[in-house]
């Protein structure tokens, strides 16, 4: 029953170096508060099932008021019992599968451990065997190693001989950890290629566009739309641009990812040598791919820089596309190129400065160059005709002009490597030559020759590399071509038309944590133009860092053809929440020539910002700035958001001199579309070419869950909708979801392994179920509490309590079903605390006079045997007493029916009698004790939070057992019998009961001395007799130990170790004598082995024997209780229950 006046108890922790002290204090009511006058402090007893949960692992406990007491308080032994449910298992933070196990709070049994064997991916198949011995039987939970709020440092970590786990009994989870020497060895670089594309039909459509402008001028604008279009490893891309300049469809081909190689068919740009830029074309080409290829992957590309003499809008724009627009401050600046495509080609450089000057600089630029593994090296040819891009249509033309490339690039040993490119362009033939050296980690250096049919000679090379544990880096690009002669003509698309020199260097120091200093030297000509040079050095220093505020010191000095500047700069950041200020003076001194120069300008400048990083994949800061110099007042205002709704940039900036006012404005943006032919979801924090759409199944409300990409959180999104989420293609992703907060919701932990190819859409669903707690009292029809029921809805073993309670985490909430098992008590066992009135945990006692024992069939082919039990009281004073050896006992659940004669229909089941001859005088029949079922139908209640409480009883209707229904999944022991062979001990109060381990038979010495018989020695035959189940092979062994030592003629005959999994109750280990040529033998040879005070059984050969690898047919059979003139033998004892 609830208490009418529940009690609230504080325990309060005084706490030393050397000792702990707790006073509990009782205080009566809810409403009463902790500091609430009456109150007592009284020392009080603590119950855990481990002490060391209350003494933090110490072996000495620390002092205290409060007494510790293993196991659990008097009234509440049953939780100490064992629990059979099912558990998630991981290995390596992966998890492999659900699995039935049977635990207690030191212990957890697998029911089926080859299943968990054979789910684990990196096992070596020759250790099989010995991990399923070591994870069978009952093994240590090693709580100890759970990690707690504060880890301990061996938490979540164990080294077994062979294998062993990690139990979370409170989260139903389990660690799995095998010993390495039995892993096989897993080389994650074995495979030359990747797995192959998903069969699907699926499409990414990129959105990207950009602007600049200034009221009262012609804006400068691109939106260029990338589309594929994707059916496994072949897809369709195409291109289109509409800018300010021209409209046009910049590229359209097919594509396939094959054998290692890459082939395209259509409209598309020629592969980039080192020294000349990529061409449009129309044809063909074929290559390897080592996007494909997981031996090896390596990039490098160039850098770009520019000087800014004063702060700049900067735009990077290629084939008239505008791909980014940024600001920057003035100096030398290294430009950010993430954005750009891949490639080699000519990129221009816009420059708007705060008065509205513009310029502009063309550079060379290359990224992403392969260099291939030791033994694969890169082979590619490109055959078709030059396109004219300058063409005014949209559609491109074909072209007339011929273009031909091949090459190969090949690796020699570790370091080492040649590069061959010919190229042929009309009637112009290049060629160009390579080698790279690695030196890993830190070194890569590339050199490059080109020459030409035009007397076009060229050099070229890169550098890169690290210093003093990385602290120094450094970097050198240099190109110079020199043409052979001056180009006059109009045709664009010659490669070489003038000389051109380009040098970039950098150079940088890591002082400390706070401090580094950086040298940049960039220089750009193009044939007899000016010249562009500009070097120097910085320095910055965070001289101080508090958390979220940051004082920070710069200086530095550029040099340039324009002129020289000097910036000293003192900046102050502060972030409260999601707000962000900050300050800066900024000293510039510059000489006459550059703009503005001549004289120290001093700059204040004061920043807001607000900043929402909450949540992961979405980004959003939105800033307003003032800058005021010596000249002139400039006002600053940006917004920068990247989210599932796409990636937007702005800028908007006015300067008022007293002269003038000019007022620029800027922005960039976007977006991208997935879908296959059944899903559709918009995304814009990413920019890749395939992705995923993730939706979740099932009737939940709307609750916030994070995708999991690599062990990494990308994205969040609300259960029911479907949302995108883009992926870099040539890769092979674990993807999961779980909510971002706990939730009452079921859903599937699965980790889904995907592999990606441009162009590839993944759906991906996960299906998710509400729970809802649900708490009450269940009464039987006369007001009587429905104790030690199950509740066959629930997903793991719940039970009411004496009084009816329950609680239970539900998906549905429209019925609940219980159901009562009948029991047999144990003899050596805790006493139950409930009374005979209070369960159906009864014993069964033999029968007074020829009666029968009843098979009942209910619907879903649910057998029950209902017996004839007695009505006393199982719990008598004083310990359990020994009946008779002639008493019997016998209660089994079995699913179908087979016998020798057929399979049996419900009714010839229900006329199935056994009959037993018993004396007259014997006492009379005791009533039928039969299973009990009942229903609960629920009445409608306000659910809170996802909790429904009853506050009034709910009514139990009994349902006849031949109407029951049946839940399969939460069939224990006594519900279901997997293996023929039942033991039925000569004690009745012996038997197997849920929630019970299967007992190992233990009994005095007989007193009777050595047998007058002689014993039966095994004989070749093929009948057998059980001696006793075990939780473990060992405990069998052991036992047959005992049985050596009872009389040399034991010694003589080899045992048998047999495994029994018996669903709901785990695995066992039956001990059993095969070899026996008849019954008479067997019946024989146990009547001997009763004379030794031991148990013994007639059995069939039905389950698996140690070591043998494939498992025995179940078999499903009718148990009857034979009599003495069928046993053979005119022995009492020998009355054992065989299988038909």
Same mark, same amino acid.
């Given at each position: 029953?609830?208490?009418?006046?529940p009690?609230?108890?504080?325990?309060?922790?005084?706490?030393?170096?050397?000792s702990?002290?707790?006073?509990?204090t009782?205080?009566?009511?809810?409403?009463a508060?902790?500091?609430?006058?009456?109150?007592?402090?009284?020392?009080?007893?603590?119950?855990?099932?481990?002490?060391?949960?209350?003494?933090?692992?110490?072996?000495?406990?620390?002092?205290?008021?409060?007494?510790?007491?293993?196991?659990?308080p008097?009234?509440?032994?049953?939780?100490?019992?064992?629990?059979?449910?099912?558990?998630?298992?991981h290995?390596g933070?992966?998890?492999i599968?659900?699995?039935?196990?049977?635990?207690?709070?030191?212990?957890?049994?697998?029911?089926?451990?080859?299943?968990?064997?054979?789910?684990?991916?990196?096992?070596?198949?020759?250790?099989?065997?010995?991990?399923?011995?070591?994870?069978?039987g009952?093994?240590?939970?090693?709580?100890?190693?759970?990690?707690?709020?504060?880890?301990?440092?061996?938490?979540?970590?164990?080294?077994?001989?062979?294998?062993?786990?990690?139990?979370?009994?409170?989260?139903?989870?389990?660690?799995?950890?095998?010993?390495?020497?039995?892993?096989?060895?897993?080389?994650?670089?074995?495979?030359?290629?990747?797995?192959?594309?998903?069969?699907?039909?699926?499409?990414?459509?990129?959105?990207?566009?950009?602007?600049?402008?200034s009221?009262?001028?012609?804006?400068?604008?691109?939106?260029?739309?990338? %589309?594929?279009l994707? /059916?496994? =490893? #072949?897809? @369709?891309?195409?291109?289109?641009? $509409?800018? +300010?300049?021209? *409209?046009r &469809?910049?590229?359209?081909?097919?594509?396939?990812?094959?054998?290692?190689?890459?082939?395209?068919?259509?409209?598309?740009?020629?592969?980039?040598?080192?020294?000349?830029?990529?061409?449009?074309?129309?044809?063909? %080409?074929?290559?390897? /791919?080592? =996007? #494909?290829? @997981?031996?090896y992957?390596?990039? $490098?590309? +160039?850098?770009? *820089?520019? &000087?800014?003499?004063?702060?700049s809008?900067?735009?990077?724009?290629?084939?008239?596309?505008?791909?980014?627009?940024?600001?920057?401050e003035?100096?030398?600046?290294?430009?950010?190129?993430?954005?750009?495509?891949?490639?080699?080609?000519?990129?221009t450089?816009?420059?708007?400065?705060?008065?509205?000057?513009?310029?502009?600089?063309?550079?060379? &630029?290359?990224?992403?160059?392969q260099?291939?593994?030791?033994?694969?090296?890169i082979?590619?040819?490109?055959?078709?005709?030059?396109?004219?891009?300058?063409?005014?249509?949209?559609?491109?033309?074909?072209?007339?002009?011929?273009?031909?490339?091949?090459?190969?690039l090949?690796?020699?040993?570790?370091?080492?490597?040649?590069?061959?490119?010919?190229?042929?362009?009309?009637?112009?033939?290049?060629?160009?030559a390579?080698?790279f050296?690695?030196?890993?980690?830190?070194?890569?250096?590339?050199a490059?020759?080109?020459?030409?049919?035009?007397?076009?000679?060229?050099i070229?090379?890169?550098?890169?590399?690290?210093?003093?544990?990385?602290?120094?880096?450094?970097?050198a690009?240099?190109r110079?071509?020199f043409?052979?002669?001056?180009?006059?003509?109009?045709?664009?698309?010659?490669?070489?038309?003038?000389?051109?020199?380009?040098?970039?260097?950098?150079?940088?120091?890591?002082?400390?944590?706070?401090?580094?200093?950086?040298?940049?030297?960039d220089?750009?000509?193009?044939?007899?133009?000016?010249?562009?040079?500009?070097?120097?050095?910085?320095l910055?220093?965070?001289?101080?860092?508090?958390g979220?505020?940051?004082?920070?010191?710069?200086?530095?000095?550029?040099?340039?053809?324009?002129?020289?500047?000097?910036?000293?700069?003192?900046?102050?950041?502060?972030?409260?929440?999601?707000w962000?200020?900050?300050?800066?003076?900024?000293?510039?001194?510059?000489?006459?020539?550059?703009?503005?120069?001549?004289?120290?300008?001093?700059?204040?400048?004061?920043?807001?910002?607000?900043?929402?990083d909450?949540?992961?994949?979405?980004l959003?800061?939105?800033?307003?700035?003032?800058?005021?110099?010596?000249?002139?007042d400039?006002?600053?205002?940006?917004?920068?958001?990247?989210g599932?709704?796409?990636?937007?940039k702005?800028?908007?900036?006015?300067?008022?001199?007293?002269?003038?006012?000019?007022t620029?404005?800027s922005?960039?943006?976007?977006?991208?579309?997935?879908h296959?032919?059944?899903?559709?979801a918009?995304?814009?924090?990413?920019?890749?070419?395939?992705?995923?759409?993730?939706?979740?199944?099932?009737?939940?409300?709307?609750?916030?869950?994070?995708?999991?990409?690599?062990?990494?959180?990308?994205?969040?999104?609300?259960?029911g909708?479907?949302?995108?989420?883009f992926l870099?293609?040539?890769?092979?992703?674990?993807?999961?979801i779980?909510?971002?907060?706990?939730?009452p919701?079921?859903?599937d932990?699965?980790?889904?392994?995907?592999?990606?190819?441009?162009?590839?859409?993944?759906?991906?669903?996960?299906e998710?179920?509400?729970?809802?707690?649900?708490?009450?009292?269940?009464?039987?029809?006369?007001?009587?509490?429905?104790?030690?029921?199950?509740?066959?809805?629930?997903?793991?073993?719940?039970?009411?309590?004496?009084?009816?309670?329950?609680?239970?985490?539900?998906?549905?909430v429209e019925?609940?079903?219980?159901?009562?098992?009948?029991?047999?008590?144990?003899?050596?066992?805790?006493?139950?605390?409930?009374?005979?009135g209070?369960?159906d945990?009864?014993?069964?006692?033999?029968?007074?006079?020829?009666?029968?024992?009843t098979?009942?069939?209910?619907?879903?082919?649910?057998?029950?045997l209902?017996?004839f039990?007695?009505?006393?009281?199982?719990?008598?004073?004083?310990?359990?007493?020994?009946?008779?050896?002639?008493?019997?006992?016998?209660?089994?659940?079995?699913?179908g029916?087979?016998?020798?004669?057929?399979?049996?229909?419900?009714g010839?089941?229900?006329?199935?009698?056994?009959?037993?001859?018993?004396?007259?005088?014997?006492?009379?029949?005791?009533?039928?004790r039969?299973?009990?079922?009942c229903?609960?139908?629920?009445p409608?209640?306000?659910?809170?939070?996802?909790?429904?409480?009853?506050?009034?009883?709910?009514?139990?209707h009994?349902?006849p057992?031949?109407?029951?229904?049946?839940?399969?999944?939460s069939?224990?022991e006594?519900?279901?019998l997997?293996?023929?062979?039942?033991?039925?001990?000569?004690?009745?109060?012996?038997?197997?009961?849920?929630s019970?381990?299967?007992?190992?038979?233990?009994?005095?010495?007989?007193?009777?001395?050595?047998?007058?018989?002689?014993?039966?020695?095994?004989?070749?035959?093929t009948?057998?007799?059980q001696?006793?189940?075990f939780r473990?092979?060992?405990?069998?062994?052991?036992?047959?130990?005992e049985?050596?030592?009872?009389?040399?003629?034991?010694?003589?005959?080899?045992?048998?170790v047999?495994?029994?999994?018996?669903?709901?109750?785990?695995?066992?280990?039956?001990?059993?004598?095969?070899?026996f040529?008849?019954?008479?033998?067997?019946?024989?040879?146990?009547?001997?082995?009763?004379?030794?005070g031991?148990?013994?059984?007639?059995?069939?050969?039905?389950?698996?024997?140690?070591?043998?690898?494939?498992?025995?047919?179940?078999?499903?059979?009718?148990l009857?209780?034979?009599?003495?003139?069928?046993?053979?033998?005119?022995?009492?004892?020998?009355?054992?229950?065989?299988?038909?």
């Open positions: 029953m609830l208490p009418t006046a009690t609230r108890l504080r325990v309060d922790p005084t706490i030393s170096d050397s702990a002290t707790y006073t509990a009782a205080v009566s009511g809810l409403s508060s902790p500091t609430s006058t009456g109150t007592t402090a009284t020392p009080v007893e603590l119950f855990a099932p481990n002490p060391e949960i209350l003494t933090n692992g110490n072996t000495e406990p620390a002092k205290s008021k409060v007494n510790v007491k293993a196991g659990a008097e009234g509440f032994e049953e939780l100490e019992g064992p629990l059979d449910t099912t558990v998630d298992l290995f933070g992966l998890k599968g659900v699995f039935r196990a049977v635990f207690t709070p030191g212990s957890i049994l697998f029911s089926n451990p080859e299943e968990i064997v054979s789910k684990l991916p990196a096992l070596d198949p020759r250790s099989s065997e010995l991990v399923t011995q070591a994870l069978t009952d093994l240590p939970t090693h709580a100890d190693r759970i990690c707690g709020p504060i880890p301990k440092p061996d938490c979540g970590q164990l080294s077994p001989d062979i294998a062993a786990v990690i139990f979370d009994q409170e989260r139903f989870q389990a660690e799995l950890f095998v010993n390495p020497t039995y892993l096989s060895e897993q080389d994650t670089h074995t495979e030359k290629v990747l797995p192959p594309a998903p069969d699907i039909v699926s499409g990414v459509h990129s959105i990207t566009g950009g602007l600049i402008g009221p009262g001028e012609p804006n400068n604008y691109s939106l260029m739309s990338n %589309s594929t994707a /059916s496994g =490893d #072949t897809r @369709l891309n195409f291109t289109g641009i $509409t800018a +300010s300049e021209q *409209s &469809f910049q590229n359209l081909s097919a594509s396939m990812d094959r054998w290692g190689l890459e082939s395209k068919l259509g409209f598309f740009d020629s592969r980039p040598l080192q020294m000349l830029a990529q061409t449009p074309m129309t044809g063909i %080409s074929v290559g390897t /791919s080592l =996007d #494909t290829n @997981l031996a992957r390596n990039t $490098t590309g +160039s850098r770009l *820089s520019v &000087f800014l003499p004063q702060r809008y900067v735009s990077l724009i290629f084939n008239n596309m505008i791909y980014s627009t940024d600001f920057y003035a100096g030398n600046q290294v430009l950010n190129t993430d954005i750009l495509p891949d490639g080699a080609y000519e990129v450089i816009r420059i708007v400065d705060t008065d509205g000057q513009q310029t502009e600089e063309k550079r060379f &630029f290359s990224k992403n160059f260099i291939p593994p030791a033994d694969q090296p082979y590619f040819g490109q055959l078709g005709t030059v396109r004219d891009t300058t063409q005014s249509g949209f559609l491109p033309d074909a072209g007339s002009g011929l273009i031909s490339s091949f090459g190969v090949s690796r020699y040993g570790e370091s080492t490597g040649v590069a061959l490119d010919s190229l042929v362009i009309k009637d112009r033939v290049y060629a160009e390579g080698s050296l690695l030196l890993p980690p830190d070194h890569q250096i590339r490059s020759l080109l020459l030409s049919s035009g007397k076009d000679f060229g070229g090379g890169t550098y890169q590399g690290f210093a003093l544990e990385k602290k120094f880096a450094f970097g690009n240099v110079a071509i043409a052979g002669e001056t180009y006059q003509g109009s045709d664009e698309l010659i490669p070489i038309k003038a000389d051109t020199r380009q040098i970039t260097a950098n150079a940088g120091y890591q002082i400390s944590d706070l401090a580094n200093v950086n040298f940049l030297l220089y750009n000509q193009v044939g007899s133009g000016q010249n562009r040079l500009s070097y120097g050095p910085s910055r220093w965070d001289v101080w860092r508090d979220e505020s940051n004082l920070s010191f710069g200086i530095d000095a550029s040099q340039s053809n324009s002129g020289r500047v000097q910036n000293v700069m003192i900046r102050y950041t502060k972030r409260i929440g999601a962000g200020l900050s300050g800066e003076a900024l000293a510039r001194r510059s000489s006459p020539s550059v703009s503005g120069g001549g004289s120290t300008n001093l700059t204040r400048n004061s920043r807001l910002t607000w900043n929402d909450s949540t992961p994949g979405r959003t800061i939105a800033g307003a700035e003032f800058r005021q110099d010596e000249t002139s400039n006002y600053l205002a940006d917004l920068d958001h990247r599932n709704l796409g990636n937007i702005i800028l908007g900036s006015q300067t008022r001199t007293n002269q003038v006012k000019r620029i404005y922005g960039n943006l976007g977006f991208g579309i997935a296959t032919l059944n899903d559709i918009w995304n814009g924090s990413q920019q890749q070419s395939s992705g995923v759409v993730i939706k979740t199944g099932g009737d939940v409300p709307p609750t916030p869950m994070k995708v999991v990409v690599d062990g990494s959180e990308r994205s969040q999104f609300l259960t909708e479907s949302t995108a989420l870099a293609p040539y890769q092979t992703y674990k993807i999961s779980t909510p971002v907060e706990s939730s919701i079921d859903y932990g699965t980790v889904k392994q995907i592999t990606l190819y441009p162009g590839n859409v993944m759906p991906l669903e996960w998710m179920s509400s729970i809802h707690v649900v708490l009450g009292r269940v009464v039987t029809e006369d007001g009587e509490p429905v104790a030690n029921a199950k509740i066959e809805e629930s997903g793991n073993l719940v039970m009411t309590d004496e009084d009816g309670l329950f609680q239970t985490e539900l998906k549905e019925k609940i079903t219980l159901f009562r098992a009948a029991q047999e008590h144990f003899a050596g066992k805790k006493h139950s605390k409930f009374t005979n209070d369960s945990m009864f014993t069964v006692m033999p029968p007074t006079r020829n009666s029968t024992a098979l009942t069939d209910p619907e879903k082919r649910e057998l029950i209902q017996l039990g007695d009505a006393e009281d199982v719990n008598p004073p004083g310990p359990p007493v020994e009946p008779p050896q002639s008493q019997a006992v016998a209660a089994e659940s079995i699913k029916l087979e016998v020798s004669t057929g399979t049996m229909t419900a010839e089941v229900a006329s199935t009698t056994a009959q037993v001859d018993v004396s007259a005088e014997q006492k009379p029949t005791p009533p039928l039969p299973a009990f079922r229903r609960v139908e629920l409608e209640a306000k659910e809170v939070n996802n909790v429904i409480m009853y506050s009034e009883p709910l009514i139990c009994s349902i057992i031949a109407e029951a229904e049946t839940n399969e999944d069939a224990t006594s519900d279901v997997e293996d023929e062979a039942i033991e039925t001990p000569e004690n009745p109060l012996e038997s197997l009961s849920e019970e381990e299967e007992p190992s038979q233990t009994h005095p010495e007989s007193s009777t001395g050595e047998p007058s018989e002689d014993l039966a020695v095994p004989s070749g035959g009948k057998a007799v001696l006793g189940a473990s092979e060992s405990q069998a062994l052991e036992s047959w130990s049985f050596e030592k009872l009389s040399p003629i034991f010694q003589e005959i080899e045992p048998r047999e495994i029994a999994d018996l669903p709901g109750s785990g695995r066992f280990y039956r001990l059993r004598i095969v070899g040529g008849s019954d008479a033998e067997t019946a024989a040879f146990c009547r001997i082995v009763k004379n030794y031991r148990d013994c059984i007639v059995v069939s050969q039905a389950s698996r024997a140690i070591g043998k690898k494939q498992k025995m047919p179940k078999k499903q059979q009718v009857t209780m034979p009599s003495l003139e069928d046993s053979g033998t005119d022995n009492a004892d020998s009355i054992l229950p065989e299988p038909q």
